[in-house]
């Protein structure tokens, strides 16, 4: 079972990670310090959960090395374009304490606005600052990595995307599958909505593990990242106990059936 992915800079990320969307700040450090004792060993941020500040002292108490940890923040929408970009950036150092982040990442494209191509190059001066070790995107569909490839000449190591059983993200696969892009997903379970499906219950009955297990096991094997979210510490614990057991072909082929392009958050192009 894959547990680390090579990305295309050369740089290891952990397959499976520790997402804190909408766990306010107070909360997120429980939940990391529970993360980390689990044996995470990625945690996900971003500007706008407004969690930087927990997350940093979560990882600095853990008692682990800060090469041990692989942290990810965010820009927001608001600070696309260079100055703002670097702005931002600036401030999200400053609120995880950490040093560099292992991986800084536009959010959302924010095609309204149509600024991504100048945030990314300033992501790119960033990284060649030495100021953060890996950059990449989120939420971007083909015309935006398209887009920041042919401006840039560099591609994004990872796009963070909403993928699950119910928006299963084939075309957006096979073209990171293309470029050297690792995929890595965001609701990874759906926000909790494809862990009652009758299939994924059936398959999950059938290995003795939970319906989140099924689910992100399916993930890894299609070598794609995943972060769940959960603030209960038996779930955070579960979540990462993948390796006991293997989906079968036919596994697969029936949680390929549920691909429905269903998505519980909002399309790339309609965010601004
Ligand atoms: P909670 O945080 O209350 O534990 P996603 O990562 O797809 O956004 O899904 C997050 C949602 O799924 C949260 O509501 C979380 O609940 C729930 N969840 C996370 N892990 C599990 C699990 N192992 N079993 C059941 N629900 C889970």
């Known amino acids: 079972m894959t547990t ?20 306010a700040d107070e909360a997120a450090g429980p ?17 706008l959960y407004g969690n930087e500040r927990g997350v940093g002292r979560a990882v600095r108490d853990s008692g682990l090395d800060r090469d041990d940890v692989f942290v990810t923040t965010k820009l927001w929408n608001d ?9 931002a950036f600036e401030q999200s150092v400053e609120r995880l304490g950490l040093g560099a982040p292992d991986l800084y990442l536009i959010h959302w494209p924010v095609p309204s606005r149509d600024l991504y191509a100048s ?30 490839v042919d401006d840039s000449g560099e591609v994004p ?3 963070q995307v ?4 119910y928006l299963q993200q084939r075309e957006l696969r096979a073209l990171h599958a293309e470029l050297g892009i690792i995929t890595q997903a965001w609701s990874p379970l759906g926000r909790g909505a494809v862990l009652t499906d009758p299939v994924i219950g059936d398959i999950a009955r059938s290995h003795g593990v939970s319906p989140a297990q099924v689910v992100l096991r399916w993930h890894l094997d299609l070598n794609v990242a995943v972060i769940p979210k959960s ?17 079968s072909d036919d596994d697969h082929a029936r949680i390929a059936d549920l691909d429905r392009d269903e ?8 965010v601004a």
Do not use: C
């Not at 740089?11 to 969307?21: E, I, L, T």
């Not at 945030?119 to 990595?145: C, K, M, Y």
């Not at 998505?263 to 309609?270: A, C, E, F, K, V």
């Open 4 to 23: 680390t992915l090579t990305l295309s800079d050369g740089m290891r990320m952990p397959a499976v990670g520790f997402g804190v969307y909408k766990v």
């Open 31 to 47: 939940a990391v310090a529970t993360a980390l004792e689990a044996g995470y060993r990625l945690v996900d941020t971003a500007t």
């Open 79 to 87: 600070a696309h374009g260079p100055d703002a970009a670097r702005a």
């Open 119 to 148: 945030t990314w190059r300033t992501l790119i001066q960033l990284r060649d600052e030495g100021r953060v070790r890996s950059v990449g995107v989120s939420n971007f569909q083909p015309a935006h990595i398209a887009r920041i």
């Open 157 to 159: 190591v990872v796009n």
């Open 162 to 165: 909403e993928l699950h059983p």
């Open 231 to 247: 603030v209960t510490p038996a779930r955070i614990r579960q979540n990462r106990d993948l390796a006991g057991f293997e989906l």
């Open 263 to 270: 998505r519980t958050g909002s399309h790339p192009d309609l």
